[in-house]
């Protein structure tokens, strides 16, 4: 007698079946472990695909890592800036300088630094942030 060694159509749909549930078990399983997939998660995993891992420095570190960039920065020389950490990958910029194209500066030369994500420009124009209008109703304290 011989015997047929292949799969009858009820096994093949019984496996089918079981191969798919699982499937779908894991599935939602993972989604509610990993997270949702939506499109600004996907572009951003497609994006740091060619990119090397980004660095995780500690707020102080951010900090400093943009006190060194902005003090590199020639145009820059004369202002007097400070760097306030917020996490580990924001920074608020804080000081006064001559004009407006000094302040876009300081606050791209602070985004480009690897690592800083998240750049808060607090920074004052001279000549334009400290002028007192008559009847003008200023809060100067900016702390939250």
Request: hydrophobic fraction near 40%; charge should be positive; include cysteine.
């Amino acid at each position: 007698m011989s015997r047929n060694k292949g799969l009858s159509g009820a096994q093949v749909f019984l496996w089918t079946t079981v191969g798919v549930g699982t499937g779908l078990v894991a599935g939602f399983a993972l989604s509610e472990w990993v997270g949702g997939v939506n499109q600004t998660r996907v572009k951003r995993a497609a994006k740091s695909l060619g990119h090397p891992s980004p660095v995780h420095h500690t707020s102080a570190a951010s900090a400093r890592a943009v006190e060194g960039a902005l003090s590199a920065e020639a145009r820059l020389s004369g202002c007097s800036l400070a760097v306030v950490p917020i996490s580990r990958s924001s920074v608020e910029l804080r000081g006064w300088v001559g004009d407006r194209a000094a302040r876009t500066l300081a606050a791209r030369v602070a985004c480009a630094v690897r690592g800083v994500e998240t750049v808060v420009n607090s920074i004052l124009v001279r000549g334009e942030d400290d002028r007192i209008i008559p009847g003008d109703k200023r809060v100067t304290d900016q702390s939250a």
